[in-house]
């Protein structure tokens, strides 16, 4: 199975139909009036659908099992063919297009089974995804073109060229993955008073966003956020809030990030943990969603 651990909980949302076309009038007539011999087609088809939705991790070797938490099934006639449409709902961290696929097609087949003793010609047709919402391929867009963003990297070590760093540079590759290709990159020591001049001289040349990586632990020279946290003058908690939360649900002591977040004047700035799995995961726990703040500033009342 494809490995979904890096992935955040959010909202996902699938409809899928599936169509059965029938030869006649009088099949659609005993559809109508409840007088197919082996029962409600409605009724019978909506069951099934239910339980295959919630089976499809059985039956699909590479799919989740993931909670349910929304299935309708509704139906529609047109002319001589059924349209049936499935609609699941589900927080978790990958989505349920075959969930409400696997329901739509099992409804059909139950549909198919019940009416073929009345009509020998009735055909099961056009399977398929009408709708997906959630997660990162979702239709949402987030503002990233002409955003200036800058990559700083706060260690001592890395400055004196005796180790190289991989945090920074998997930021700048994460960043470029988003459409982020204005970026500009550079390490400095964990030093109080260069960390505030690097950011200030940002803010002057109104970088759009800025990304601190390194000395947001506990030790004495972790004095990123105590630099940071004096420019900013508009914080947004819940940034750090849902890294740490991601975090926390990987390894335990993400708890212990003092990272801090928000808006230096224009200027977005982020303070992540300086190894390289913290940065990434703090990445992946934000981006691309957090750029939505670059539409609400420009959207903001004048």
Do not use: W
């Amino acid at each position: 199975m494809v490995n979904i651990t890096h992935k955040s909980f959010t909202l996902r949302k699938s409809i899928a139909t599936a169509t059965v076309q029938t030869s006649s009038q009088q099949t659609i007539y005993a559809i109508e009036q409840r007088k197919v011999p082996k029962g409600d087609i409605f009724e019978f088809s909506r069951a099934a659908a239910l339980f295959a939705i919630k089976k499809t991790s059985d039956v699909i070797p590479d799919c989740h099992p993931l909670p349910v938490e929304y299935a309708s099934i509704t139906y529609k006639i047109e002319d001589l063919t059924v349209v049936i449409s499935v609609e699941v709902h589900t927080i978790y961290k990958t989505g349920v297009e075959v969930e409400a696929m696997h329901g739509a097609s099992v409804a059909a087949l139950v549909m198919y089974d019940m009416l073929k003793p009345i009509d020998k010609n009735v055909e099961i047709q056009n399977i398929r995804l009408q709708e997906k919402h959630g997660g990162k391929s979702d239709p949402k867009k987030y503002s990233e073109k002409g955003l200036q963003c800058a990559v700083v990297v706060c260690s001592d070590t890395a400055y004196r060229s005796e180790k190289q760093d991989t945090s920074g540079k998997a930021i700048v590759a994460i960043l470029e993955k988003h459409g982020l290709n204005d970026v500009e990159y550079t390490i400095i020591p964990d030093d109080f008073n260069t960390i505030q001049t690097t950011l200030k001289n940002y803010i002057s040349q109104e970088k759009d966003m800025v990304i601190f990586t390194g000395g947001t632990g506990l030790s004495a020279r972790d004095v990123t956020p105590d630099a940071v946290e004096p420019l900013i003058d508009k914080h947004i908690p819940g940034i750090m809030e849902t890294a740490r939360n991601y975090g926390q649900q990987r390894v335990k002591t993400a708890m212990l990030s003092r990272g801090v977040a928000g808006f230096a004047g224009d200027t977005l700035v982020l303070t992540l943990p300086g190894s390289k799995k913290g940065a990434e995961e703090t990445m992946e726990a934000l981006f691309p969603q957090v750029l939505h703040v670059f539409e609400v500033k420009a959207n903001k009342p004048h």
